[in-house]
């Protein structure tokens, strides 16, 4: 019997059923296209106990999070001027200085740390990926290239000191167990340290049909119900909470060792609890409606695709992201209809998508192209995007979102 993976109920209930797809960073060279693909059940439940949102099939972390991962942050200008914003608000309000220990699990390329490093704040990272591992450590950065649990924790506190902020930044859905990756926090904080948690919020995935956002490396869709609740299983609470706008809604949660932390809880913690509440995120009927907008969305697309197939129009895609990937396998979208996508990381450029296997290419093949229409796959950086590639209105382009409705401008 499936299990909750935070309170072990049984009472799990339906939520999106996206059929099945491959991983949705597993992007393909030109010898693995001879090669057939793994494809893996994606279904989402949802505990009617704790309201955690999860995945049925979860595949193991290092199925997931390989050597070659291919997510690097830095590649977003908004996601860097959102690190910058973070670090300049919390050296102010934790007092961080050139005493203080920061520790960032998830650290990835150093996209953060480097600015931690510059304020001349000591700090380590803990990230699991050999390619962005040695990203960050090119850049200075020490790095405990592990997944973080209590072992992992214990052992990077003993190594470097405790820390007086641990950040996590969208790596609380990445964890298959939740309690012992709060375990490692734990591990990692001093008495009275605190830690950051960012991460995609669930009324944002619910209310704005934000589907694609589901894929085989998130094991959990978050709310402050469901974060409390885990979070209180390892004698940690949150005191404080912050709705931001990253990843098309996120919240940023603040929390402390139960017992000896020292910050009052916020108003804005009650507060939110209370919102998801009148909201519906506590009760079953919230979730349904999903599945159906998701199918709505998939149709839009394939009719626009064919559409502009059979007019003559050319249309291609920029951002080879997870979320692009969820999008496209489930309207089964293939090279006949979307000839290429762009994207800026060198680390994607000369392989192809996993699944629909659209080749992936450098900007330039645009300006050769010359597309109708260019199709924004990561929409949550939509803005950035459009003013990137505004040459493209140069011939009459245009450009089209699928989510959370197609939209062209």
């Known amino acids: 019997m499936v299990r909750c993976l935070n309170c072990e109920a049984a ?52 199925d997931i999070f390989t050597t070659d991962y291919a997510y690097f942050s830095s590649t977003s200008a908004s996601w860097l001027r959102h690190s910058e914003r973070f670090v300049a608000d919390a050296t102010t309000r934790f007092n961080l200085d050139e005493s203080s220990m920061v520790i960032e699990v998830a650290a990835n390329d150093g996209y953060l740390l480097q600015i931690i490093r510059e304020r001349e704040i000591p700090c380590v990272g803990i990230e699991p990926t050999t390619s962005t591992a040695n990203a960050a450590r090119a850049r200075g950065i020490p790095i405990v290239e592990e997944f973080l649990g ?18 996590g930044n969208n790596v609380l859905a990445h964890v298959p167990d939740i309690h012992d990756f709060v375990a490692g926090i734990r591990a990692l904080l001093k008495p009275n340290g ?41 004698d940690m609470v949150v005191f404080d ?25 916020s108003a804005a913690v009650p507060r939110l609890m209370q919102f998801e509440r009148d909201h519906g995120v506590t009760t079953l009927d ?47 979208v293939r090279p006949d ?24 290419l450098k900007e330039d093949a ?15 950086i939509a803005d950035e995007v459009t003013e990137q590639l505004s040459y493209v209105r ?6 089209v979102q699928a989510v959370p409705g197609l939209e062209t401008w």
């Not at 762009?342 to 996993?354: H, L, N, Q, T």
Request: aromatic content about 10%; proline content about 5%.
């Open 194 to 234: 605190v830690v950051s948690l960012e991460f995609p919020w669930v009324t944002a995935l619910v209310d704005g049909s934000q589907f694609d956002t589901i894929y085989h490396e998130h094991y959990s869709y978050l709310s402050l119900h469901s974060v409390a609740s885990i979070l209180g299983c390892g």
């Open 337 to 360: 209809l979307l000839p290429f996508v762009v994207d800026r990381s060198s680390s994607k450029i000369g392989k192809w998508m996993p699944g629909s296997r659209i080749p992936i």
């Open 366 to 380: 645009i300006r050769c192209a010359r597309p109708d229409f260019m199709l924004i796959l990561p929409w949550n």
């Open 286 to 332: 919230y979730y349904e409606t999903l599945q159906d907008r998701a199918e709505q969305i998939k149709n839009g697309l394939l009719s626009f695709l064919l559409q502009c197939k059979e007019s003559g129009a050319y249309v291609a895609a920029y951002g080879a992201a997870a979320k692009g990937n969820t999008l496209l396998n489930f309207a089964g």
């Open 150 to 167: 209590r072992a992992t924790g214990e052992q990077t506190a003993q190594a470097y000191g405790a820390a007086d902020l641990v950040v």
């Open 11 to 62: 009472s799990l209930s339906p939520f999106i059923d996206l059929g099945s797809a491959p991983l949705s960073n597993g992007y393909l060279t030109e010898s693995s296209l001879a090669v057939a693909e793994s494809w893996h059940p994606l279904r989402v439940v949802v505990c009617s106990q704790c309201w955690l949102a999860q995945t049925v099939t979860p595949l193991s972390s290092t």
């Open 241 to 265: 909470v912050e709705e931001i706008p990253t990843h098309g809604g996120s919240l940023r949660v603040f929390a402390q060792h139960e017992a000896t932390g020292a910050f009052e809880i």
């Open 394 to 399: 140069n011939w009459g382009g245009r450009f």
